[in-house]
């Protein structure tokens, strides 16, 4: 599975919306780092790796935009860092500063419907709107401030402009004409109080929608368990189990694991054996049995049984880790739809500005409309303008929908990947290993020199130094019959060669060779065999191999074709054997006998004429595979395959998690373009409804608080959204 690029990770508190991330991410690019990522719902600040001193600058222009680095991944902390902590302290500040200007703020709007005369004194009103004020100006004009001195000025200066304009109005009139009847005429506390107030409330909402979108990573991480039993010898030679802490253990640590247990690490299982539940990794149900000598995963439960297990992969290195590392960079990448909402974004808190005061002095010099009346218009453009929900609209769709598909066994790397797998129009197979299951079965070995055991010595081992299916299957069907070599051979050395076969040099001075027709071509004419084996290049055997389809193949190809999509088989094998899944399968178009090179010039003509998928899994489709605008692999495929991908089908079994990939995909980009309409929409509509005065203020704060809810709640949908298959379960 792909390593993910070394990160250097910050913990920062204070971000309130998409806005102040963005704030910060414009700022750490503008200071020259790279791959910035600035999530706020769960506090993550991201960043290619750099030296201590570069991390440190960017500790200090963080804090100088307003915000606290509580933690950074290239120093030891003691504090709890995970992200139910961070969500649950952010939620926490939010609401009890929520319920604290709720509390001021309730009488003072009510004194507009109740008779208690005390309320409608306007020093009772200042009162009551000043500790509101003071909490407002505390959280949102602290930020608002740091980020005009940054030169980013963000959602909280729009705030903090709109409630100190209406409170400090508000204090002019009643210092001016205190104990006048006139200053009733000037006094908007209850605005400020109530924008303040307000915009909590819709933070507060917006934090705990926001944490819904994560969800993916938190459920992956609870699947990592915290403790584990090591198997140590004592002084007087007794085994013992010994209590650790998952992260202390190391490569060749013995484990034991009971049932109901999850498996700690990835590793091999030494001593009994067990029913394990890995549909975490493959979204299958039903349990798979596994013995001595088999490999686990961590991560995995034990349904039935008990056994002891060698660790061999540990830390960031477990399938596991790697997985939430791949959905964590992949929620991190951003389509391309999302850069036209962060260039608004980067302008939007200006022009909202200028068009604050330009109604002020429309409203005030033409209009002459009063300057009371002329403030509230120019608050209520300020206070109902939200560039935060553009940039809400693509990343909560994106971390959803990654999210959602990880869960279902498919791992999508990057939103970008998302945004193109979604308008993918071709998608090219691979033959042996993905629309055909690569368990191949020896129908016949015909020996033409030498001897059956030479041959079978020579096969096997070759084949078991070779990465594709058909030699691993080979190897298999070897030892099911009871083969064991004899080392009558002594190898120097063995090469594969891609797209070919694989050749070998004994230390006695002999090449032997095994591969397709290519190999003999030039001296053979015999093409009806599916390998040959050749020593010192001459025709030493041939042998004859069977394949099965593998299951979906036929319903995916054919629900593809039902979509619109051109279907079309690329192989190396030859042409008969292409030809024959072709027609089972329903394909029609077919390229077979193609060396990597071939494959590629394909995916390039393709890929000119439409968007192209290319689906495969052996190391002769890894150019292929990064050729294509989207490249699939399947979770026994080769490393190098599967780094060549973009997306990674865990379900290797079955070729309908292709069906799921391509929908969450189309699903999650249609959300996206729709968030991306409301968000502009509502502020092209409210922002000139504002500025003619059809909107108060306090109307304008409660429509800017809920128009981010809306877009988080539209993310959230593609949570429960069915997918439907036929003849399958749905997502």
């Known amino acids: 599975m792909q390593e993910v690029t070394d990160h250097t990770q910050l913990r920062v508190e204070g971000m309130d919306c998409a806005n102040c991330a963005q704030t910060i991410t414009r700022s750490l690019r503008k200071s020259g780092f790279q791959d910035v990522f600035v999530d706020f719902a769960t506090g993550e600040v991201t960043f290619v790796q750099v030296g201590p001193e570069k991390v440190d600058a960017a500790v200090d222009a963080i804090h100088d935009l307003g915000y606290k680095v509580t933690s950074r991944s290239d120093q030891r902390t003691t504090q709890d860092d995970s992200l139910e902590s961070h969500g649950l302290e952010t939620v926490t500040d939010l609401s009890r500063k929520f319920w604290f200007c709720f509390a001021f703020t309730l009488p003072l709007f009510l004194h507009m419907f109740l008779p208690f005369h005390w309320l409608h004194s306007p020093w009772v009103q200042f009162g009551l709107a000043t500790p509101v004020m003071l909490i407002g100006w505390m959280h949102f004009g602290r930020s608002a401030w740091k980020s005009i001195l940054a030169g980013f000025p963000n959602m909280d200066v729009l705030i903090t402009m709109g409630a100190s304009s209406a409170y400090f109005y508000s204090l002019a009139g009643l210092i001016r004409f205190s104990g006048s009847a006139a200053a009733q005429e000037f006094l908007f506390f209850e605005t400020a109080a109530t924008i303040i107030t307000l915009i909590f409330l819709g933070n507060l909402i917006e934090h705990r929608s926001v944490a819904r979108t994560t969800s993916a990573i938190r459920e992956l991480n609870r699947l990592q368990p915290e403790q584990a039993l090591r198997v140590v010898t004592g002084a007087s030679g007794a085994v013992q189990l010994e209590p650790v802490l998952v992260s202390e253990l190391r490569i060749g640590d013995k484990v034991q694991v009971n049932e109901g247990d999850r498996v700690p690490v990835d590793g091999r299982i030494v001593y009994g054996s067990g029913s394990l539940d890995e549909s975490f990794l493959t979204g299958e149900s039903l349990p798979v049995d596994r013995t001595i000598n088999e490999s686990v995963t961590g991560g995995s439960i034990v349904v039935k049984g008990n056994f002891q297990m060698i660790a061999e992969h540990v830390g960031t290195s477990t399938t596991l880790s790697k997985i939430i590392a791949m959905v964590k960079q992949a929620q991190r990448d951003k389509p391309a739809i999302q850069r036209l909402g962060d260039r608004v974004s980067a302008i939007f808190v200006p022009a909202v500005v200028a068009i604050a005061i330009i109604t002020f002095l429309v409203s005030w010099l033409w209009l002459q409309i009063g300057v009371g009346a002329s403030v509230l218009h120019s608050v209520a453009v300020l206070v109902i303008s939200c560039p935060c929900a553009m940039g809400l609209a693509t990343p909560t769709a994106v971390m959803v929908g990654i999210g959602r598909a990880a869960r279902n066994g498919i791992l999508i790397k990057g939103g970008s990947t998302l945004e193109t797998l979604a308008g993918i129009r071709t998608v090219v197979f691979d033959k042996t290993g993905t629309l055909t299951t690569g368990n191949f079965r020896i129908e016949k070995i015909n020996v033409l020199q030498g001897s059956l055991q030479e041959l079978k010595e020579v096969l096997h081992a070759l084949e078991s130094r070779s990465s594709h299916p058909i030699g691993r299957s080979i190897v298999r069907a070897l030892e099911q019959e009871g083969f064991r070599s004899g080392n009558t051979l002594e190898w120097e050395r063995i090469e594969e060669d891609k797209g070919i076969g694989i050749n070998g040099w004994t230390r006695q001075g002999d090449l032997y060779s095994i591969g397709s027709f290519r190999m003999v071509q030039h001296f053979h004419a015999d093409l009806g065999h599916s390998i040959y084996v050749l020593k010192n290049n001459q025709l030493l055997a041939t042998a004859d191999l069977s394949d099965e389809i593998k299951t979906g193949a036929h319903e995916t190809v054919q629900t593809l074709k039902r979509k619109g999509v051109r279907v079309v088989l690329v192989s190396g094998d030859k042409a008969d054997a292409c030809k024959l899944v072709a027609a089972f399968l329903g394909i029609e178009e077919v390229f077979a006998e193609q060396h990597p090179r071939e494959k590629l010039e394909i995916i390039g003509k393709l890929s000119a004429k439409a968007p192209t998928a290319m689906v495969g899994d052996g190391i002769n489709d890894a150019p292929a595979l990064a050729k294509a605008g989207v490249g699939i692999s399947l979770s026994d495929a080769t490393q190098v395959a599967i780094q060549s991908s ?51 203020p306090m109307l304008g704060a409660l429509s800017m608080a809920f128009s981010d809810v809306i877009v988080v709640g539209n993310s959230l949908r593609l949570r429960t959204r069915k997918i439907h298959r036929p003849g399958s379960r749905s997502l």
């Open 646 to 696: 973009q997306v990674i089908l865990l379900r290797s079994d079955d070729l309908r998690n292709l069906l799921d990939a391509l929908e969450v995909s189309r699903l999650t980009y249609r959300t996206i373009r729709q968030n991306l309409f409301w968000a502009f929409l509502y502020n092209v509509v409210a922002i000139p409804i504002a500025a003619a005065g059809y909107l108060s």
